[in-house]
């Protein structure tokens, strides 16, 4: 048989690439062996992960909509036409009722029946089933459910028979780079084990307010919800809850709540079907890298109060607007989401002492924490938009680094809606392209404070500023009430 010299050379090419590689995979493999297999591991946990099926029965020319016996793209065209078709058909007739059914994942934790999954899997659920591994199901009943954080824990009765379980693992511990393994049931194919690595930790993915999720990319999909995932030793490190995917299925970044924050709340509605949090009463927001300069911490750290609650539990300790909180009873808080998290962990009716930074140094308070309400947050909503409009400015009032200010008076209160006992400098305009401009500040705001100033008047706000400019600041700090939230924002002084 006839083989080109041209051929011939291609071959030798390749046999030197894959030689090459084949020298780099040796090297690296020297330096970090890789498992050579996760059998006798899944063999291991394998038998304590459970399928979960519960059934919602709805109006089907109601709101809710079931779901489509196919996948499409979710939020596609052909989505919402089918959905679309379903609602009307069901508006051509009476109302029917149609039962839809739900799958997720869980895992056993104590031989006495006690099953962990996701809030989201069973909510709102009826008849709700546990199948085990082995093949055997089970009516199982809700213990206690925590939205907040999306786990729920469930109970099956199975007489005599002893259960598999597994063991709860240190999600601390886990570091970006280390193996996973995720056991579920996507599509209903039971006991599916997919391996991944931890891409990243304390991800925050805006689905609530404690959000401090591990990343992993082992493949999580539909069906996956509320599975464990396992580190190498066969210990849950986390609870797989959302993934970020553009078509539905799994493109390698799903979430997984830690088992640390797990393991709390599973012992606490394991021993009382409910979760009772600390709160400490305060609005906060975002410390950006101009509110730190303009407030002397140096870097960006800690949870800026905006705001504090009548009669609630930092009522009254000298805790004022503007603080920034740095750490909670002894634990550092690098950002805002970190403190409702740290508060929430503690007791509600404990005592803890909390540093907060002020004009320049550390202050030490105590607070006697309550009981978190439901529905209670503790982030003020800086984007809330206020009125907008043009009110005649008052030449005689001043223009602070573009913003015209103006008192507050029986017209401008009714124009742009504002609060009668609300005291303050109102913006009547803004220049777009001044400092006041870059911060998007807009009529309608209201400054009631420069830096820990009260500023009640348009020239006591101008005052207020100047004097920070002499003082040598780059920013001065600002408490801006808009919409009925206050917000602190860091307003630049232009180059000299």
């Not at 504090?308 to 000298?318: F, N, S, V």
């Not at 740290?342 to 404990?350: D, E, L, N, R, W």
Request: with cysteine; hydrophobic share 40%.
């Amino acid at each position: 048989m006839h083989v080109s010299q041209d051929f011939t050379k291609r071959a030798g090419l390749l046999s030197l690439i894959t030689a090459a590689s084949l020298m780099v995979w040796a090297t690296c493999s020297a330096a970090t062996p890789l498992p050579g297999s996760f059998h006798d591991l899944v063999e291991k946990v394998a038998p304590a992960v459970v399928t979960i099926t519960t059934e919602k029965v709805i109006d089907t020319n109601g709101d809710d909509t079931p779901d489509l016996p196919f996948d499409v793209p979710p939020g596609s065209p052909l989505e919402k036409f089918f959905h679309d078709f379903q609602k009307h058909q069901g508006a051509q007739g009476p109302a029917q009722k149609q039962k839809q059914s739900a799958l997720g994942s869980g895992f056993i934790i104590d031989s006495a029946g006690y099953v962990v999954t996701n809030n989201h899997v069973v909510e709102g659920g009826q008849n709700i089933k546990v199948d085990l591994a082995d093949g055997d199901s089970y009516d199982a009943k809700v213990v206690g459910t925590d939205p907040k954080t999306d786990l729920a824990l469930l109970k099956i009765n199975v007489g005599s028979k002893t259960l598999p379980t597994v063991e709860w693992g240190d999600s601390d511990t886990a570091k970006v780079g280390d193996w996973v393994i995720a056991v579920g049931n996507p599509f209903g194919l039971t006991s599916t084990v997919t391996t991944g690595i931890v891409s990243a930790r304390g991800r925050d993915i805006n689905s609530g307010p404690f959000d401090d999720f591990l990343q992993i990319d082992a493949s999580v999909n539909r069906g996956n919800s509320g599975g464990p995932t396992f580190d190498v030793n066969g210990k849950v490190v986390g609870i797989n809850t959302a993934i970020y995917s553009p078509n539905g299925g799994s493109v390698g970044i799903a979430f997984a709540i830690p088992s640390n924050t797990a393991q709390k709340v599973i012992a606490e509605l394991k021993a009382s079907g409910a979760i009772a949090r600390g709160w400490l009463g305060v609005a906060i927001q975002k410390v950006t890298p101009d509110l730190a300069n303009a407030m002397g911490l140096g870097k960006p750290r800690g949870a800026l109060v905006s705001e504090i609650t009548e009669k609630g539990p930092a009522a009254g300790l000298g805790l004022m607007p503007g603080d920034v909180i740095v750490t909670f009873d002894g634990e550092e808080v690098k950002d805002v989401h970190d403190l409702p998290r740290i508060v929430a962990a503690h007791k509600p009716g404990s005592t803890v002492s909390f540093v907060v930074w002020r004009d320049g140094k550390d202050i030490t308070l105590s607070v006697k924490l309550g009981t978190l309400p439901s529905g209670a947050t503790q982030l003020a909503d800086a984007s809330s938009d206020g009125p907008s409009g043009g009110a005649g400015v008052d030449k005689k009032e001043p223009v602070v680094l573009g913003m015209h200010l103006a008192r507050i008076d029986p017209v401008t209160r009714k124009q742009y809606s504002l609060p009668n006992d609300l005291k303050g400098a109102l913006i009547t305009e803004v220049d777009p392209n001044s400092p006041s401009g870059d911060i998007e500040l807009r009529p309608g705001d209201v400054i009631r404070q420069v830096g820990h100033q009260d500023a009640s008047t348009p020239k006591a706000v101008a005052s207020a500023v100047a004097d920070a400019k002499k003082s040598g600041r780059s920013a001065v700090l600002l408490l801006v009430t808009r919409g009925g939230a206050d917000l602190f924002v860091a307003l630049k002084f232009p180059p000299a």
